[in-house]
């Protein structure tokens, strides 16, 4: 299994511009999520998604936007670069949460490199 | 709302020495505490769970509720322990699939 995947693993963008993130997960996970890592700022949770076709707003969502069209893939979308979303952005999965097992562990892809100029 | 705090960006020990990476959280219900790894050029991974109560790496955490905090401590430190640590909390509820983090600790052991 390749687990959580990303593409592109780096990507340098002029202001204004636009570019779609991939993330792709093949462990038949429910739970997607995009998160923006900033020096000193940790991850902060930008999209999510339970569910096939359902996304919904992290703590940060303002400039993005998200697919989830295929339970496999959750797309993040940058409508109109600019120098604040330089980050760098990491997808995880994780599986349904049951009565059993409430609080699921969330695996993490390899993250992509994001400039804006 | 949740809050997860490390109050330390940067923590630096010699190989050997015992270390302690400090986590407070604030949530009014029972939440579910994590501790995440980020070793150099490698991915986020998780290294231990609260409710486990395992040693992972030899890293313990204990949740403390009265002190609302969850530190991570290992008697002895390694060099391969050098990584920016993350405190997590999931809160309850229809939430609980979701994590917030701390701001992260990076460690450095020193030969």
């Known amino acids: 299994n390749a687990g959580v995947t990303q593409t592109p693993k780096f990507r340098v963008l002029k202001t204004g511009q636009s570019m779609t993130l991939l993330c792709a997960q093949d462990?038949?996970?429910?739970?997607m999520y995009w998160y923006r890592q900033d020096p000193g700022m940790g991850l902060r949770l930008i999209h999510y998604s339970v569910g096939e076709g359902t996304t919904a707003k992290g703590e940060v969502p303002d400039g993005y936007n998200v697919s989830r069209l295929k339970k496999q893939n959750f797309l993040l979308g940058l409508e109109s670069a600019a120098p604040s979303q330089t980050s760098v952005y990491f997808c995880?999965?994780?599986?349904?949460?049951?009565?059993?097992?409430?609080?699921?562990?969330?695996?993490f892809g390899p993250g992509t490199r994001l400039t804006v100029l | 709302a949740q809050r997860v705090t490390q109050p330390e960006k940067l923590l630096s020990v010699f190989k050997g020495a015992p270390v302690e990476l400090k986590c407070n959280y604030s949530y009014s219900g029972s939440p579910e505490l994590f501790w995440y790894v980020q070793y150099s050029r490698q991915r986020l991974q998780l290294l231990l769970r609260h409710i486990s109560r395992e040693s992972i790496k030899g890293f313990t955490a204990d949740l403390n509720k009265g002190e609302t905090s969850f530190h991570l401590k290992k008697p002895f430190a390694q060099e391969e322990d050098s990584a920016m640590y993350y405190c997590a909390l999931s809160a309850g509820g229809g939430s609980n699939y979701k994590l917030t983090f701390g701001k992260g600790t990076l460690l450095t052991v020193n030969p």
């Open positions: 995880a999965s994780s599986y349904t949460t049951t009565r059993q097992q409430p609080y699921n562990e969330q695996f």
């Open positions: 462990m038949n996970h429910e739970y």
